[in-house]
Nanobody
Framework: VQLVASGGGLVQAGGSLRLSCAASGFISDDYVIGWFRQAPGKEREFVAALNRAGSTTSYADSVKGRFTISRDNAKNTVYLQMNSLKPEDTAVYYC?????????????????WGQGTQVTVSS
């Protein structure tokens, strides 16, 4: 079981990035997929999640209306489209998979983690 996160980079405030989370060794739509982020000196925090059916999404208040989580079943990949980026969005972003059927906001409830991808937003 492996998750590979990619797509991070350096962008100016107001810009956009799309993160990808490619799953291998399992079918991503058998799992809840979540995105989390961790800034230096801060705890890992929930960003967004998608349920197994792809019918329910959940977002942190800080990213609602700016970020969108989606899944491409054919590619076994989950995306996080990030628009209107702000300097406070700067962090390492991680994707994670949870075998239980419902979305959780708590990192410890996720079973598998990707390696993280750095997002830096300059002002």
């Amino acid at each position: 079981v492996q998750l590979v996160a990619s797509g991070g980079g350096l962008v100016q405030a107001g810009g956009s990035l799309r993160l990808s989370c490619a799953a291998s060794g399992f079918i991503s739509d058998d799992y809840v997929i979540g995105w989390f982020r961790q800034a230096p000196g801060k705890e890992r925090e929930f960003v967004a999640a998608l349920n197994r059916a792809g019918s329910t999404t959940s977002y942190a208040d800080s990213v609602k209306g700016r970020f969108t989580i989606s899944r491409d079943n054919a590619k076994n990949t989950v995306y996080l489209q990030m628009n209107s980026l702000k300097p406070e969005d700067t962090a390492v972003y991680y994707c994670a998979a949870r075998s239980a059927g419902w979305i959780s906001f708590i990192p410890i409830n996720y079973d598998y983690w990707g390696q993280g991808t750095q997002v830096t937003v300059s002002s």
